[in-house]
């Protein structure tokens, strides 16, 4: 689906064929997010990912052109199978939140960007739609790759 372009936030959404809780467990087992998470080429190594609200995320993406983008993010909400609330802290600041809908053995996943300045969205728009989109796209083929698969 098409990102939709608001007031200072992009929205992404996706729905996947499988339960919430894979797909919630994507977003929240490290070891499975680092997979998939960022644009197309890029690889991350998290140095700390503590998922409760407060709790430091930081990790580096390393893009295909061989820069490394070092990020901190701290959560502020967790809400099992319903939401994920993080703040970006470095580089642009922006709220990421990223809601999960059950779909009848299906899930719905939102996924919004809210920045905290207009001059920052402005800058990042037109990368981070796509680059949203090729992240569902990733977290869909890791999905894919591991259905059939226990949880990990």
Not at 104 to 120: A, S
Request: charge should be negative.
């Amino acid at each position: 689906m098409t990102a939709i372009i608001g007031d200072n936030e992009i929205i992404s959404s996706r729905q996947f064929h499988l339960p919430s809780e894979r797909v919630f467990e994507a977003w929240t087992n490290p070891d499975q997010l680092a997979r998939w998470w960022g644009p197309n080429g890029f690889t991350n190594t998290f140095h700390e990912f503590d998922l409760r609200p407060g709790g430091a995320w930081r990790y580096v993406m390393h893009g295909p052109d061989g820069v490394d983008y070092p990020n901190h993010c701290v959560f502020e909400e967790i809400v099992v199978l319903e939401r994920i609330v993080l703040r970006h802290l470095s580089g642009h600041e922006f709220l990421v939140t990223a809601a999960f809908e059950d779909l009848d053995g299906g899930t719905k996943v939102v996924f919004r960007q809210l920045f905290m300045k207009t001059e920052e969205f402005e800058e990042a728009k037109s990368y981070c739609a796509e680059g949203n989109e090729q992240n569902l796209d990733r977290l869909e083929a890791s999905l894919e790759q591991t259905k059939g698969r226990p949880s990990e």
